[in-house]
């Protein structure tokens, strides 16, 4: 589904990973680790296209995202949910409108039901209508989550996803991405949380890549 061929990325000051080549399969699930400043987020801004990287090819569904047009690229992000680590909403809409964007920006139909059952997973339920600027950080997160999974995409990239929340909380954000996974979605979800990675690894199949010395390796079964 989204390959790395050969790829390295440098903003300038020197590569943060080069000659990585990596395939998230449809239906995988992968967490990405690394020390601070590794490069993780840098790595998933180039699986959706937000960056190009410097070198080698990123290719989704065998197409290469550097040969894509505006518009193809702008159709792909459609099938990819991505929850952002500073999360940002539109802030005169509210968290029901914010959750329901991916839905309504591109022309689906939107069930008010189905906003409210994910908004009832994620513990939101009484912010529904309240405005982003009013919620906590662990609440935006709750709410990016939300919004990234309205529209049950082909491929979840989360970015610290439970950085802000306590332990039951991340494990439910934690059950709700793996079962979207259960129902085909690719997830990767960058994380430091080791706690996490456990949790999900006793319940699927999760492959753990960690950046270190400026490449990609596959951690050990010591997580
Ligand atoms: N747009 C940019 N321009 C220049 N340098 C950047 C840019 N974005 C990120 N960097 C640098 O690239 C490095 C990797 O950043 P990135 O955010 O990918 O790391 P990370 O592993 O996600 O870190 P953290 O765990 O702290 O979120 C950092 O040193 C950062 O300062």
């Known amino acids: 589904m989204i390959q790395f061929e050969d790829v390295a990325h440098d903003y300038g000051g020197g ?3 080069e000659g990585v080549t990596v395939a998230l399969d449809a239906g995988s699930f992968h967490f990405l680790t690394g020390p ?14 937000e960056l190009l990287p410097s070198r080698g090819t990123v290719l989704l569904n065998d197409t290469s995202l550097r040969s894509m047009s505006r518009d193809a690229l702008a159709e792909m992000r459609n099938s990819i949910g991505v929850v952002h680590q500073d999360c940002q909403f539109l802030d005169h809409l509210d968290i029901r409108s914010n959750v329901a964007l991916p839905l309504s920006a591109t022309g689906r139909p939107v069930s008010e039901r ?17 405005l982003p600027p009013t919620l906590s950080g662990g609440e935006r997160q709750r709410a990016a989550l ?3 999974v309205i529209a049950a995409p082909r491929v979840l990239l989360a970015d610290e996803p ?3 929340l306590d332990w ?6 934690l059950s709700l991405m793996m079962e979207l996974n259960r129902m085909g979605t690719a997830v990767l979800i960058a994380t430091h949380d080791m706690n996490l990675i456990r949790t999900a690894k006793s319940h699927v199949s999760a492959r753990v890549l960690r950046i270190a010395g400026r490449k990609l390796q596959s951690a050990g079964s010591e997580l």
């Open 15 to 17: 590569a943060l990973f």
């Open 36 to 49: 601070s400043g590794a490069g993780k987020s840098t790595f998933l801004k180039l699986c959706y296209g």
């Open 114 to 130: 189905d906003v409210d059952d994910l908004l009832n997973w994620v513990g939101l339920r009484a912010q529904a209508e309240a």
């Open 146 to 148: 939300a919004r990234a």
């Open 162 to 164: 439970t950085g802000n």
């Open 168 to 173: 039951d909380m991340s494990q439910r954000l």
